[in-house]
């Protein structure tokens, strides 16, 4: 005959022991103390609980093909930049184009200037494909700017983006990027 003894929760709780430590403490036959422990054990989870986001969740998986043809599958994280996405990979684009945006697309009707200088280089040239392109943001006049002043007019398509000047989203995710050949970026 197993003994099981109930006790009332807050008589433990002033006690540094905890319920599940006292039902390792006594000495039940195995049976029941394993009914206790798995009872009080935290890792009991109720029927209709929603599931937890997952990191899986905010990340699109993206292929790179580099001039020599040789594609490469990585993930990214969404709302992260595409140029991030390539550095955290050991992928290399170049410099980053880093600075200020330009402006931010708040609504259908509203378009808020933020007054940056916008990509400084042009180094992280990319050709787009496939999934989200069209959620990418439009290329802008400093971004249209320093495309042209860094790459022949034979090297830009319509597909043409600066890497580092475009977020990633959920819908890019199959997105095809291509790296053309570099730019030398690395003279002293």
Known sequence: VDVVAVVPFNYYSSNQTTMLSLARQVSFKSGAARVVARAMSSSVVAKDAVPLPSIRDNIVTLTFVDPSGARRKVPGLIGTT???????????????????????????????????????????????????????????????????????????????????????????????????????????
């Open 82 to 188: 595409l140029w991030d996405a390539a550095a955290m990979h050991d992928i290399d684009l170049g410099p980053a184009s880093t600075a200020a945006p330009v402006e931010a697309k708040r609504s259908e009707e509203w378009t808020e200037p933020l007054f940056g200088e916008g990509p400084t280089s042009g180094f992280d040239h990319v050709l787009l494909t496939g999934n989200g392109v069209e959620t990418c943001p439009p290329k802008n006049s400093a971004e249209e700017r320093m495309l042209n002043h860094y790459w022949d007019p034979h090297e830009l398509f319509p597909e043409s983006r600066l890497a580092s000047v475009v977020p990633l989203t959920k819908d890019m995710n199959g997105m095809i990027v291509y790296v053309p050949d570099r730019i030398v970026d690395d003279i002293p």
